[in-house]
C-alpha cells in the first residue's frame, strides 16, 4: 500500500490525492454496476424457480451471460424522443435518478476502514441525498408529457414522500441507541452488549431490540424504491409501465440501474443499521468484509422473494400502510425505546 | 491564483445567483420551480463549505426532499396562463419597485450598518473536530431549549390549522375500512343452504 502510494505522488505529484479517490470511486462503482448485472440474472432465476420454471439459461453456461447480452442489447437500441416531450428535462431525469443512488455510496462503510468518505454525519447525508432520488421519477414522468408516465409520476411522488417519515423515524431510533450518526460508529454500538460478551454476537444486533423499526425500515425500503408489491409507478397492468413508459434503450436502462442501485443501497443500509454491518455473527469466526457481502445478499433475496410472492398492493391501501400503521408505529416505538434507554434497563449502556 | 475554497465559493455562489434570477425569469412553472431546487442545492453546498454541515443536509433533507416535491407535484398539475399573469405587470410595477428597494434597503441595514450589527455570538468556543450534529443538538436542549419547544408548538398549530381549513366534515362517500375486509370470514359473506336432491321425473 505504501509502496502504491510513494509510486502516485511520483507520477501524479500534488494532485495525487485527488486521482486516488477517483481510483476509490471507481472500485465503488464498478463492482456496484456488476452487482446490479448480476442482480437481474439472479432475480430472475430465483423467481424463476419460485415458479417452477428454469429462468434463463441459454446465454453461456447456466445462462450467465445473459445480463452483458441484455446490456448490450440496451446500448444499441435506439432511443426515442417523444414529439411533445420536454427534450432537456426528457434526457436528464434518469441522470437525476441515478446520481443520487450512487452518491450515497460515498459514505457506506464496507469495513471499519474501507470506506470512502468516514464522516460524521454519514446517516443525515444518506437521508439527505436519497430524498433527492424521487425527483429523476416525478421529471421522467411530466416529461414525457403522456398521461400514463405522469400518473406513474405522481403516485411515486406521493408514495417516496410518505414513507420517508416512517423510514426516518427508524433511523431517528436507530442513531438514539447508538449514540452517533456515524455509520462505522453504529456499527460499533452493535458489536457490544450482553449477548456479544457470551460470544453470541448476533442477538447484540439492533434487529432484536429494535425489531419493529428494523420490520418498518426494510418494508419502507421496498416502497421507496417502488419494487413489488409496492410498485405502482409501474403498475404495468394498470398504467403501462408509469414514468418509464416513453423510454426507450439506454436511457431506459439508466432508470433500471438506479432502481438495481438503490435496493443495493437498502440492503446494504439495513444490514449496517439493523444486523451489524462486517461483524461475525459468532465470537470465534473473524469480522470481515465477507460478512457484510452476505448479508447484503440476504436482503437482496427478500426483495426478490417479496416480488415472486406478493399481488401488487391498492393505492389506497399503500397510503394507509404508510401513514396510518407504520408512522404511528414508529412513533410508539420512538417513545418506547426512549423510555427504556432512561431506565434502570437500559442495555446502550 | 485563488486557493480551492476560494474557487468553490465563487462557482457555487455564481450558480446560485444565476439560479435565483432564473426562478423568476422563467417562463415555464415548472423550470422556475426547478431552478429553485437548484438554488436550495448550491445554498447547501455553500453552507457545507462554512462548515456547517448538519444546516446543509437538512437544508437538503427538508426542502429539496419534502417541500418541492410536494411544490413541484402541484405546479406540475396547475394550467397557468402566463399571458393573463403578465397583463398587470406595468400597473403593479411601481407598487413592486417600492417594496423591492425597501428589502435592499433592510438587507443592507442589516448587513452593513453599526445600529444593526448581530451582538457578538456568545457561543462556547468548540474543538475544531467537534461534530457539528453533536454540539447543535446539546446547545438546542439546554440554552436554548425554550426557543426550541416555542417552534414545535408553532408548528404543531400550523398544521391543526391547516386542517382545519381543509376539513369539510367526515367523508359522505363510501369507503372501505381495511380491517374490516381483513377481519371478514366466509359464514359472514354466505350462507350454505341444505336442501335435498330433486328427483326429475
Not at chain 2, 408548538?153 to 381549513?165: F, K, Q, S, T
Given at each position: 500500500?505504501?509502496?502504491?502510494?510513494?509510486?502516485?505522488?511520483?507520477?501524479?505529484?500534488?494532485?495525487?490525492?485527488?486521482?486516488?479517490?477517483?481510483?476509490?470511486?471507481?472500485?465503488?462503482?464498478?463492482?456496484?454496476?456488476?452487482?446490479?448485472?448480476?442482480?437481474?440474472?439472479?432475480?430472475?432465476?430465483?423467481?424463476?424457480?419460485?415458479?417452477?420454471?428454469?429462468?434463463?439459461?441459454?446465454?453461456?453456461?447456466?445462462?450467465?451471460?445473459?445480463?452483458?447480452?441484455?446490456?448490450?442489447?440496451?446500448?444499441?437500441?435506439?432511443?426515442?424522443?417523444?414529439?411533445?416531450?420536454?427534450?432537456?428535462?426528457?434526457?436528464?431525469?434518469?441522470?437525476?435518478?441515478?446520481?443520487?443512488?450512487?452518491?450515497?455510496?460515498?459514505?457506506?462503510?464496507?469495513?471499519?476502514?474501507?470506506?470512502?468518505?468516514?464522516?460524521?454525519?454519514?446517516?443525515?447525508?444518506?437521508?439527505?441525498?436519497?430524498?433527492?432520488?424521487?425527483?429523476?421519477?416525478?421529471?421522467?414522468?411530466?416529461?414525457?408529457?403522456?398521461?400514463?408516465?405522469?400518473?406513474?409520476?405522481?403516485?411515486?411522488?406521493?408514495?417516496?414522500?410518505?414513507?420517508?417519515?416512517?423510514?426516518?423515524?427508524a433511523?431517528?431510533v436507530v442513531?438514539?441507541v447508538?449514540?452517533?450518526?456515524?455509520?462505522?460508529?453504529?456499527?460499533?454500538?452493535?458489536?457490544?452488549?450482553?449477548?456479544?460478551?457470551?460470544?453470541?454476537?448476533f442477538l447484540s444486533w439492533n434487529w432484536l431490540p429494535l425489531l419493529p423499526l428494523f420490520v418498518v425500515y426494510f418494508i419502507?425500503?421496498?416502497?421507496?424504491?417502488?419494487?413489488?408489491?409496492?410498485?405502482?409507478?409501474?403498475?404495468?397492468?394498470?398504467?403501462?409501465?408509469?414514468?418509464?413508459?416513453?423510454?426507450?434503450?439506454?436511457?431506459?436502462?439508466?432508470?433500471?440501474?438506479?432502481?438495481?442501485?438503490?435496493?443495493?443501497?437498502?440492503?446494504?443500509?439495513t444490514?449496517?443499521l439493523f444486523l451489524?454491518?462486517?461483524?461475525?455473527?459468532?465470537?470465534?469466526?473473524?469480522?470481515?468484509?465477507?460478512?457484510?457481502?452476505?448479508?447484503?445478499?440476504?436482503?437482496?433475496?427478500?426483495?426478490?422473494?417479496?416480488?415472486?410472492?406478493?399481488?401488487?398492493?391498492?393505492?389506497?391501501?399503500?397510503?394507509?400502510?404508510?401513514?396510518?400503521?407504520?408512522?404511528?408505529l414508529t412513533?410508539v416505538w420512538?417513545?418506547v425505546v426512549?423510555?427504556w434507554?432512561?431506565?434502570?434497563?437500559?442495555i446502550?449502556? | 491564483?485563488?486557493?480551492?475554497?476560494?474557487?468553490?465559493?465563487?462557482?457555487?455562489?455564481?450558480?446560485?445567483?444565476?439560479?435565483?434570477?432564473?426562478?423568476?425569469?422563467?417562463?415555464?412553472?415548472?423550470?422556475?420551480?426547478?431552478?429553485?431546487?437548484?438554488?436550495?442545492?448550491?445554498?447547501?453546498?455553500?453552507?457545507?463549505?462554512?462548515?456547517?454541515?448538519?444546516?446543509?443536509?437538512?437544508?437538503?433533507?427538508?426542502?429539496?426532499?419534502?417541500?418541492?416535491?410536494?411544490?413541484?407535484?402541484?405546479?406540475?398539475?396547475?394550467?397557468?396562463?402566463?399571458?393573463?399573469?403578465?397583463?398587470?405587470?406595468?400597473?403593479?410595477?411601481?407598487?413592486?419597485?417600492?417594496?423591492?428597494?425597501?428589502?435592499?434597503?433592510?438587507?443592507?441595514?442589516?448587513?452593513?450598518?453599526?445600529?444593526?450589527?448581530?451582538?457578538?455570538?456568545?457561543?462556547?468556543?468548540?474543538?475544531?473536530?467537534?461534530?457539528?450534529?453533536?454540539?447543535?443538538?446539546?446547545?438546542?436542549?439546554?440554552?436554548?431549549?425554550?426557543?426550541?419547544?416555542?417552534?414545535?408548538?408553532?408548528?404543531?398549530?400550523?398544521?391543526?390549522?391547516?386542517?382545519?381549513?381543509?376539513?369539510?366534515?367526515?367523508?359522505?362517500?363510501?369507503?372501505?375500512?381495511?380491517?374490516?375486509?381483513?377481519?371478514?370470514?366466509?359464514?359472514?359473506?354466505?350462507?350454505?343452504?341444505?336442501?335435498?336432491?330433486?328427483?326429475?321425473?
Open positions: 500500500m505504501d509502496t502504491l502510494m510513494q509510486w502516485g505522488t511520483g507520477v501524479f505529484g500534488t494532485t495525487w490525492s485527488a486521482v486516488w479517490v477517483l481510483i476509490k470511486i471507481v472500485l465503488i462503482v464498478l463492482p456496484l454496476l456488476l452487482g446490479v448485472a448480476y442482480l437481474t440474472y439472479f432475480e430472475r432465476k430465483v423467481i424463476g424457480y419460485m415458479q417452477v420454471r428454469i429462468g434463463p439459461n441459454r446465454v453461456g453456461p447456466l445462462g450467465l451471460i445473459q445480463p452483458i447480452a441484455d446490456g448490450v442489447k440496451l446500448l444499441l437500441k435506439e432511443i426515442v424522443i417523444p414529439t411533445g416531450a420536454n427534450r432537456f428535462l426528457f434526457v436528464i431525469a434518469p441522470m437525476l435518478s441515478l446520481a443520487p443512488a450512487l452518491a450515497a455510496w460515498a459514505v457506506v462503510p464496507f469495513t471499519d476502514t474501507l470506506v470512502l468518505a468516514n464522516i460524521d454525519a454519514s446517516l443525515l447525508y444518506i437521508l439527505a441525498i436519497g430524498s433527492m432520488g424521487v425527483y429523476g421519477v416525478v421529471l421522467a414522468g411530466w416529461a414525457s408529457n403522456s398521461k400514463y408516465a405522469f400518473l406513474g409520476a405522481m403516485r411515486a411522488a406521493a408514495q417516496i414522500v410518505s414513507y420517508e417519515i416512517a423510514m426516518g423515524f433511523l431517528v442513531l438514539m447508538s449514540g452517533s450518526l456515524n455509520l462505522v460508529d453504529i456499527v460499533h454500538a452493535q458489536q457490544k452488549g450482553t449477548f456479544a460478551d457470551m460470544g453470541l454476537n419502507s425500503g421496498i416502497a421507496e424504491t417502488n419494487r413489488a408489491p409496492f410498485d405502482v409507478a409501474e403498475g404495468e397492468s394498470e398504467i403501462v409501465a408509469g414514468f418509464h413508459v416513453d423510454y426507450s434503450g439506454m436511457a431506459f436502462a439508466v432508470f433500471f440501474l438506479a432502481e438495481y442501485t438503490e435496493m443495493i443501497l437498502i440492503a446494504a443500509l444490514s449496517l451489524g454491518g462486517w461483524s461475525s455473527p459468532v465470537a470465534f469466526l473473524p469480522d470481515g468484509m465477507v460478512w457484510m457481502l452476505a448479508k447484503m445478499c440476504f436482503m437482496l433475496f427478500f426483495f426478490l422473494w417479496f416480488r415472486a410472492t406478493f399481488p401488487r398492493y391498492r393505492y389506497d391501501h399503500i397510503m394507509r400502510l404508510g401513514w396510518k400503521v407504520f408512522i404511528p412513533v420512538l417513545f426512549g423510555i434507554m432512561l431506565s434502570p434497563l437500559n446502550w449502556k | 491564483m485563488m486557493d480551492f475554497k476560494t474557487t468553490v465559493f465563487f462557482f457555487l455562489s455564481a450558480m446560485l445567483i444565476f439560479a435565483a434570477l432564473r426562478v423568476i425569469t422563467a417562463r415555464n412553472p415548472v423550470h422556475a420551480v426547478l431552478h429553485l431546487i437548484l438554488a436550495f442545492f448550491t445554498a447547501a453546498g455553500l453552507w457545507v463549505l462554512l462548515q456547517a454541515e448538519f444546516l446543509a443536509m437538512v437544508l437538503v433533507m427538508v426542502y429539496i426532499g419534502a417541500v418541492m416535491v410536494l411544490f413541484l407535484f402541484v405546479v406540475m398539475m396547475l394550467d397557468i396562463n402566463l399571458d393573463q399573469l403578465r397583463q398587470g405587470f406595468w400597473s403593479y410595477l411601481p407598487l413592486g419597485t417600492v417594496i423591492g428597494i425597501l428589502m435592499v434597503i433592510e438587507m443592507g441595514m442589516v448587513l452593513g450598518s453599526r445600529y444593526f450589527q448581530v451582538p457578538d455570538s456568545d457561543l462556547p468556543n468548540v474543538a475544531a473536530n467537534a461534530s457539528n450534529t453533536q454540539e447543535l443538538g446539546a446547545l438546542l436542549s439546554t440554552d436554548y431549549v425554550y426557543p426550541f419547544e416555542l417552534a414545535a408548538v408553532i408548528l404543531l398549530v400550523a398544521v391543526i390549522a391547516a386542517v382545519a381549513l381543509t376539513f369539510r366534515g367526515p367523508k359522505k362517500t363510501r369507503y372501505t375500512n381495511p380491517a374490516d375486509q381483513i377481519r371478514v370470514k366466509a359464514a359472514d359473506r354466505m350462507r350454505i343452504v341444505k336442501m335435498p336432491v330433486e328427483k326429475q321425473d
